[in-house]
């Protein structure tokens, strides 16, 4: 779905993070994950609804539809790697990686993560 914006998908990933138990994510634990109002928040998951990504029913918790959940694990994914290349590779302090992966795994493409993975594997090997 490219016509997500970059706030749409970290609505998806935190959606996706706070759910990992199998419940589905308050929208008040949402709000103070990505630190929005409930206004906000509301608003987003009725636009996420709409698009078919979310299932929101009023004051019930948020749940990823099978669409909204493959691009919150994509978004997820992206960030882990990105991060942990920072951490690892370029020994960037993790508050500042954690913020620069946030931004950049929504333009990056899936090859470059890829070969950032592939960069980690090889780099892991050689430190042993």
Known sequence: MNNLTF????YLEAIYELS?????????DIAERLGVTKASTN??????????LVVNEKYKEVFLTS????????????H????????EV?????????EDACAIE????RDSVYAMQ??????RKEEK
């Not at 990992?20 to 008040?28: L, T």
């Open 90 to 98: 370029l020994k960037i302090d993790t508050i500042i990686a954690d």
């Open 20 to 28: 990992r138990d199998g419940e589905g994510a308050r929208v008040s």
């Open 118 to 123: 592939q960069f980690l594997s090889d780099f």
């Open 43 to 52: 608003s987003a998951m009725s636009t996420l609804s709409q698009k078919g």
């Open 80 to 87: 882990r790697v990105i991060r942990k290349f920072f951490i």
């Open 67 to 78: 669409a909204g959940l493959k691009l919150a694990k994509s978004t997820s994914d992206k």
């Open 7 to 10: 706030t749409m998908e970290n």
């Open 106 to 109: 929504h333009v990056i493409s």
